[in-house]
């Protein structure tokens, strides 16, 4: 069930005969027809007898893994979907049910789904466990995930100057290379702490699809590269607002999955998205780097770009893309992976042949999973012209693009000069070592010792 669901009659009733077939439903014997019927008659009283005895006989057929895996909402829904709880409300036959007493039981976790059985991961039943857990009390959780964060947005005045919670991201807009505007959301530095704390102590734990290779242990630009090396076609396709795109249904969705309560989904969901206040999403949209469709999904809590835990967070929820965009691949008999919202898959002169309908394919299963395709940075790439893949040449085997190389090497050599008349700012050793350590990957072994060599020969100013 979800927020939105209205809570009519049925309803009402159902989620209280959830809450006592769920209570003390893990006991030997419990979930029998007698001993589900005896909990259904403490809710609803003795006169539910004659429509309830067909109803828990029904339930008592599920299975062990059905029950388990169901949340009082999700087994009230479980329960409207079934006639012979409906047959209750048939006054002809029945008087009209009355809750007459609501049994509760401890709010717990559920298993883990199928292959992942074997995860290890934090134990938070309740959300005071998950404000322990976070070194915080339920009052500052309430501060950072609490109801005032999910406030519809709207505009003060002066009968209701407070209308919107405590801002906790910094909005920045950073100009991209080739125009426009692109929207980094800052967390604060005590919300951001408690992000890192989530993304340490839960979302690196958790799997995420072979194909995905930006941010994650293990994986990088250059093993997502070498997939793609000597193939004799290569397409890449990029994907609109990534972050964005991935709502908040979404998110609480495979915390869900993970066997948490209703209650800390909510306040995880809550830690981990934003909102994009509306002058920021205004400015954007003058500038043109979003339409109507991208301030609608600001406007919505997403997944906000430059969070500690967005990246993870979106490599899990695209699971179900990258499953099928593999899939999609191994019927073409092409390879695919995935870096943060670039696609790019690669194979024999057939998937040139078949790219049309190839691409179709794609965009239709984009767009199945919520995204969509940015056209304008699609790239097919034979075998007789460059084939770049995020930022590295794969024609033959995974190399520096020859322009990279020259550059890195004038800024050395400029570099080497200038400490012959004098000193060079410190502040440029650490940038130009990430840049050598990027070349030394894709490069010869001579090219990375000039390279290194023209390094160690600029004299850095230790005084300041």
């Given at each position: 069930m979800?927020?939105?669901?209205?809570?009519?009659?049925?309803?009402?009733?159902?989620?209280a005969?959830?809450?006592a077939l769920?209570?003390?439903?893990e006991?030997?014997?419990?979930?029998?027809?007698?001993?589900?019927?005896?909990?259904?008659?403490?809710?609803?009283?003795?006169?539910?007898r004659?429509?309830?005895?067909?109803?828990?006989?029904?339930?008592?057929?599920?299975?062990?893994?059905v029950?388990?895996?169901?949340?009082?909402?999700?087994?009230?829904?479980?329960l409207?979907?079934?006639?012979?709880?409906h047959e209750?409300f048939?006054?002809e036959r029945?008087?009209r049910?009355?809750?007459r007493r609501l049994?509760?039981?401890?709010s717990?976790?559920?298993?883990?789904?199928?292959?992942?059985?074997?995860?290890?991961?934090?134990?938070w039943?309740?959300?005071?466990d998950?404000?322990?857990?976070l070194?915080?009390?339920?009052?500052?959780?309430?501060h950072?995930a609490?109801p005032?964060?999910?406030?519809?947005?709207?505009?003060?005045?002066?009968?209701?100057?407070?209308v919107?919670?405590?801002?906790?991201?910094?909005?920045?807009l950073?100009p991209?290379?080739?125009?426009?505007?692109?929207l980094?959301?800052?967390?604060?530095?005590?919300?951001k702490?408690?992000q890192?704390?989530?993304?340490d102590?839960?979302?690196?734990?958790?799997?995420?699809?072979e194909?995905?290779h930006?941010f994650?242990?293990?994986?990088?630009?250059?093993?997502?590269?070498?997939?793609?090396?000597g193939q004799?076609?290569v397409?890449r396709?990029?994907?609109?607002?990534?972050?964005?795109?991935?709502?908040?249904a979404?998110?609480?969705?495979?915390f869900?999955r993970?066997?948490?309560?209703?209650?800390?989904?909510e306040?995880?969901?809550?830690?981990?998205?934003?909102?994009t206040?509306?002058?920021?999403r205004e400015?954007?949209?003058?500038?043109?780097?979003?339409?109507?469709?991208?301030?609608?999904?600001?406007?919505?809590p997403?997944?906000p770009?430059?969070?500690p835990?967005?990246?993870?967070?979106a490599?899990?929820c695209?699971?179900?893309l990258d499953?099928?965009?593999?899939?999609?691949?191994?019927r073409?008999?092409?390879?695919?992976?995935?870096y943060?919202d670039d696609l790019v898959?690669?194979?024999?002169?057939?998937?040139?042949?078949?790219?049309r309908?190839?691409?179709a394919?794609v965009?239709?299963?984009?767009?199945?999973e919520g995204?969509?395709?940015?056209?304008?940075k699609?790239?097919?790439?034979?075998?007789?012209?460059?084939?770049?893949?995020?930022g590295v040449?794969?024609n033959a085997k995974?190399?520096l693009?020859?322009e990279?190389?020259d550059?890195l090497?004038?800024?050395?050599?400029?570099?080497?000069?200038?400490s012959a008349?004098?000193?060079?700012?410190p502040?440029?050793?650490?940038?130009?070592?990430?840049?050598?350590?990027?070349?030394?990957?894709?490069?010869?072994?001579?090219?990375?010792?000039?390279?290194?060599r023209m390094f160690d020969?600029?004299?850095?100013?230790?005084?300041?």
């Amino acid at each position: 069930m979800t927020i939105a669901a209205p809570l009519t009659y049925p309803r009402w009733i159902a989620l209280a005969l959830a809450r006592a077939l769920q209570a003390d439903d893990e006991s030997p014997r419990a979930r029998e027809a007698a001993a589900l019927q005896a909990r259904a008659e403490q809710c609803l009283g003795a006169e539910a007898r004659p429509w309830l005895k067909p109803l828990c006989v029904a339930l008592a057929r599920w299975t062990p893994p059905v029950w388990a895996g169901h949340t009082v909402s999700s087994l009230a829904e479980a329960l409207l979907e079934i006639d012979a709880f409906h047959e209750g409300f048939d006054r002809e036959r029945f008087p009209r049910p009355i809750v007459r007493r609501l049994l509760l039981r401890p709010s717990r976790m559920r298993p883990l789904p199928f292959a992942l059985e074997h995860l290890v991961l934090p134990h938070w039943p309740t959300e005071a466990d998950l404000a322990a857990w976070l070194g915080l009390t339920l009052e500052e959780l309430d501060h950072f995930a609490g109801p005032a964060r999910r406030y519809r947005e709207a505009s003060a005045t002066p009968q209701r100057p407070h209308v919107s919670p405590t801002p906790h991201y910094r909005c920045l807009l950073v100009p991209k290379r080739r125009g426009g505007l692109r929207l980094i959301e800052a967390p604060l530095p005590r919300l951001k702490s408690i992000q890192r704390q989530l993304l340490d102590g839960l979302l690196n734990t958790l799997p995420c699809h072979e194909a995905a290779h930006g941010f994650v242990p293990g994986r990088n630009v250059a093993t997502n590269a070498a997939v793609h090396a000597g193939q004799d076609f290569v397409i890449r396709f990029d994907l609109r607002d990534f972050f964005p795109s991935i709502g908040r249904a979404r998110i609480a969705a495979m915390f869900r999955r993970l066997g948490y309560s209703d209650g800390v989904v909510e306040r995880l969901t809550t830690l981990c998205t934003a909102r994009t206040p509306l002058p920021v999403r205004e400015r954007l949209r003058e500038g043109g780097s979003i339409d109507s469709d991208g301030a609608k999904r600001l406007a919505s809590p997403h997944l906000p770009q430059g969070a500690p835990t967005s990246p993870a967070l979106a490599n899990l929820c695209a699971f179900p893309l990258d499953l099928r965009l593999d899939g999609l691949a191994y019927r073409f008999g092409a390879r695919y992976t995935r870096y943060a919202d670039d696609l790019v898959f690669s194979g024999s002169a057939t998937l040139r042949r078949d790219q049309r309908e190839f691409g179709a394919w794609v965009q239709a299963i984009v767009e199945d999973e919520g995204f969509r395709l940015r056209h304008d940075k699609t790239r097919a790439m034979p075998a007789g012209g460059r084939q770049q893949v995020t930022g590295v040449v794969v024609n033959a085997k995974p190399n520096l693009a020859r322009e990279d190389f020259d550059r890195l090497k004038a800024e050395l050599h400029r570099l080497g000069r200038s400490s012959a008349s004098g000193t060079v700012d410190p502040a440029l050793r650490s940038p130009l070592l990430g840049r050598l350590a990027w070349a030394r990957q894709f490069l010869a072994p001579s090219r990375v010792e000039k390279l290194q060599r023209m390094f160690d020969a600029i004299a850095f100013d230790a005084a300041r």
